[in-house]
């Protein structure tokens, strides 16, 4: 699909920190599905719903430095071979930038 693959991604929290990431994502009509990985974890990209080439999902992701689940709200928007967006969780919000790195053959 148009923007199933892999993106490399950078996340930014409280202007001041920010990590590297990827996500992997897979799209089938209004349903969008994937993986995120960053900072040694992974998380899936659940409840997922893709209205033209605005996206929004749940992910939940264990947090070393609490050690229990986090659950976050993710909205972004893809732009050709880019996504940027927001991620709302219970310790604040941040944004995300990315860049497609790769495409799955259909």
Known sequence: MQYDGKYKMTSHFWKIFRHGGCIIVRTNGEKITGKAYSMGLEAD???????GNEFSC???KA?????K????????????????GTM??????????????????D
């Open 88 to 105: 709302i969780a219970p310790f604040g919000n941040s944004w995300f930038e990315g860049i497609r790195i790769s495409e799955f053959p």
């Open 63 to 67: 947090l070393p430095l609490i050690n």
């Open 45 to 51: 990209l659940s409840d997922g719903v893709l209205s």
């Open 58 to 60: 749940t992910m939940v």
């Open 69 to 84: 689940p986090v659950t976050m709200r993710v909205k972004g928007v893809f732009d050709g071979t880019t996504v940027q």
